[in-house]
């Protein structure tokens, strides 16, 4: 059943929109027999939303299945974008962190999917809209968080350093760090600001992983199937979201301040697992890079 209009409206348009984009695909992933990743709370957030509400949350509902450039190709890249990085989250409190932020957090909810071990902490960063339309989802799905759960409302494009240190944060203990799927909509100067932050806030045996497109799309990869059916059968348009202006190489100035920085694409993770999407003509994925990060001793993935 859809939620209050008033609480969709944060879903509804914009960059926020496509959290819902990334759940279904996630809601999709979460039955496939393959599967690389599993939310079975994603489907939850499609049906609540009315601009979702018809969207597939099953792979029974994709007619053309893997060839579907969007929930397909595009689906599945999701499901292993988010598989890299549990596994980075995974591999980071296995090695004593505590202590968790997800930056643009969305419809994420590792809170309460993984496994965490006690004394774990996570804060959840974004809009106070798309926070408000999460809790009253989670809330009827009667969801109980497997970590403490500390949701957290403010812009990122904002000062948000002293709202988290007032939320409990401690900057003496290593964090990890995870910015999935939002640096590519931030401004430039928004990411300067964000990377300098997490840098100073990051005591020794901190980590962090996050998404850029390391150059501009050519206009044949902007004509590409994945971006016209986003655009054509959900109104999203993600060209039009994506920061096209230059971008600051924040892999070069993390590791001018001293971290480890390691960035990968994402077909190395295709091979790794032996699923995913691959590479094709004009590819929309292409320029996509994920990178991780430490700082101390601690070693990248």
Request: hydrophobic share 45%; net charge neutral; proline share 8%.
């Amino acid at each position: 059943m859809p939620v209050a209009a008033g609480l969709t409206a944060g879903v509804a348009v914009g960059v926020a929109r496509t959290a819902l984009l990334v759940a279904a695909a996630r809601a999709i992933e979460t039955h496939r027999p393959d599967a690389l990743a599993t939310d079975p709370l994603a489907e939850h957030f499609v049906r609540a939303a009315p601009a979702s509400a018809d969207w597939p949350v099953h792979p029974d509902q994709v007619p053309l299945g893997a060839a579907d450039p969007l929930w397909g190709r595009l689906g599945r890249y999701f499901g292993l974008r988010t598989r890299a990085l549990d596994d980075h989250l995974l591999d980071s409190v296995r090695t004593g962190v505590r202590q968790v932020v997800i930056l643009g957090a969305g419809l994420d909810t590792r809170a309460f999917r993984l496994g965490w071990p006690p004394g774990c902490t996570v804060h959840e960063i974004d809009t106070g809209e798309v926070l408000a339309f999460k809790q009253e989802v989670l809330d009827r799905a009667g969801a109980a968080p497997v970590a403490v759960r500390r949701p957290l409302a403010v812009d990122l494009r904002d000062d948000w350093e002293q709202a988290l240190l007032d939320s409990g944060f401690s900057p003496t203990a290593p964090t990890a760090w995870l910015a999935e799927g939002l640096l590519l909509y931030l401004p430039a100067g928004a990411e300067r600001r964000l990377v300098a932050t997490v840098d100073r806030l990051s005591a020794a045996g901190s980590t962090l992983a996050y998404e850029i497109k390391e150059v501009a799309e050519s206009p044949g990869v902007r004509a590409n199937p994945v971006y016209a059916a986003a655009r054509e059968r959900l109104g999203i348009d993600l060209l039009s979201l994506f920061d096209t202006r230059p971008r600051p190489d924040s892999a070069g100035e993390l590791a001018r301040r001293g971290w480890t920085v390691e960035v990968r694409r994402p077909y190395d993770f295709t091979v790794l697992h032996g699923r995913g999407p691959l590479p094709e003509p004009d590819d929309a994925l292409a320029v996509n890079r994920w990178v991780f990060a430490s700082t101390g001793s601690r070693p990248v993935r």
